[in-house]
């Protein structure tokens, strides 16, 4: 088979990734609230996966510090075999469930958390132990796989499951599986620190305008009085939640500088 009909049946495939993906949006959207909601508590969001989808993860959480400005363990990866597996294939170190549990157990996982886990067979015992272990932390779970009747579906409060059929290469599910992925991944990240920066940003308002007014009146009374409170201001207004610079930034403009209502990513952010 000539290289270039080999690519041209790939290419093809690969345009009902899309399409599968966009019919997950409720799923992945009710997985941004629930991601948002956990950040807001002080949670911390956590990708769970073995092989390929478990290299989704760290590809995405690894991105989420020097993109949003945010602490590496507020989003934080876990792949079966750790740190040598992103490189190499550890076999068996997916296949033990107890492992799953023991690495979330190791980050002390609590309920104010959410835990994705990424298994595009269903059936990845590392996955299973961990959202079996999350369930019972009562942290908010999260199933991405490629298929929605497979066990991990049933151990999930949200399921996103983009369909995307029979692989190329049969089996190979770092092609087509793997692409919805990270479509996904790219979506609960970019959108859910986003909305968390733009919350963030009306309440820093709120605060300062809050802050302010007492200093209005404090001044008229007494300055030293003033003085405490414009300190306040500023003490809040630099508070470590608040500086997280790209996304702040990126938060500022969606809220105040958009006005045109009828760009598509502004009526993706700005809608409620």
Same mark, same amino acid.
């Given at each position: 088979?000539?290289?270039?009909?080999?690519?041209?049946?790939?290419?093809?495939?690969?345009?009902?990734?899309?399409?599968?993906?966009?019919?997950?949006?409720?799923?992945?959207?009710?997985? +941004?609230?629930?991601?948002?909601?956990?950040?807001?508590?002080?949670?911390?969001?956590?990708?769970?996966?073995?092989?390929?989808?478990?290299?989704?993860?760290?590809?995405?959480?690894?991105?989420?510090?020097?993109?949003?400005?945010?602490?590496?363990?507020?989003?934080?990866?876990?792949?079966?075999?750790?740190?040598?597996?992103?490189?190499?294939?550890?076999?068996?170190?997916?296949?033990?469930?107890?492992?799953?549990?023991?690495?979330?157990?190791?980050?002390?996982?609590?309920?104010?958390? +959410?835990?994705?886990?990424?298994?595009?067979?269903?059936?990845?015992?590392?996955?299973?132990?961990?959202?079996?272990?999350?369930?019972?932390?009562?942290?908010?779970? +999260?199933?991405?796989?490629?298929?929605?009747?497979?066990? +991990?579906?049933?151990?999930?409060?949200?399921?996103?499951?983009?369909?995307?059929?029979?692989?190329?290469?049969?089996?190979?599910?770092?092609?087509?599986?793997?692409?919805?992925?990270?479509?996904?991944?790219?979506?609960?990240?970019?959108?859910?620190?986003?909305?968390?920066?733009?919350?963030?940003?009306?309440?820093?308002?709120?605060?300062?305008?809050?802050?302010?007014?007492?200093?209005?009146?404090?001044?008229?009374?007494?300055?030293?009085?003033?003085?405490?409170?414009?300190?306040?201001?500023?003490?809040?207004?630099?508070?470590?939640?608040?500086?997280?610079?790209?996304?702040?930034?990126?938060?500022?403009?969606?809220?105040?500088?958009?006005?045109?209502?009828?760009?598509?990513?502004?009526?993706?952010?700005?809608?409620?």
């Amino acid at each position: 088979m000539p290289a270039q009909a080999i690519v041209r049946l790939m290419n093809r495939e690969d345009r009902q990734v899309a399409k599968a993906v966009a019919r997950e949006i409720p799923a992945i959207a009710r997985a +941004v609230d629930a991601i948002v909601q956990s950040l807001q508590q002080g949670g911390r969001l956590f990708y769970v996966g073995a092989g390929s989808s478990g290299r989704m993860g760290v590809l995405d959480a690894a991105e989420c510090a020097p993109t949003f400005g945010t602490s590496r363990s507020v989003v934080q990866a876990l792949i079966a075999g750790g740190r040598r597996a992103v490189t190499n294939a550890v076999e068996g170190a997916e296949d033990a469930t107890r492992n799953g549990e023991r690495d979330l157990r190791v980050r002390k996982l609590t309920r104010k958390d +959410v835990v994705v886990g990424i298994a595009a067979s269903g059936t990845t015992p590392y996955v299973l132990g961990a959202l079996k272990y999350a369930r019972k932390c009562k942290a908010t779970t +999260v199933a991405l796989t490629a298929d929605r009747n497979m066990p +991990v579906a049933k151990l999930a409060q949200i399921l996103i499951a983009p369909e995307v059929g029979p692989e190329v290469l049969t089996g190979s599910t770092r092609l087509k599986a793997g692409s919805a992925q990270k479509m996904v991944l790219n979506m609960l990240s970019t959108a859910a620190m986003v909305r968390e920066s733009v919350r963030g940003q009306t309440r820093s308002a709120a605060i300062r305008t809050r802050y302010a007014s007492r200093a209005g009146h404090a001044e008229e009374e007494n300055r030293p009085r003033a003085s405490a409170a414009i300190t306040e201001i500023r003490r809040r207004q630099f508070a470590p939640r608040l500086r997280r610079a790209k996304a702040a930034e990126l938060g500022w403009l969606i809220a105040n500088s958009w006005t045109n209502s009828s760009s598509p990513v502004a009526i993706l952010f700005m809608a409620p």
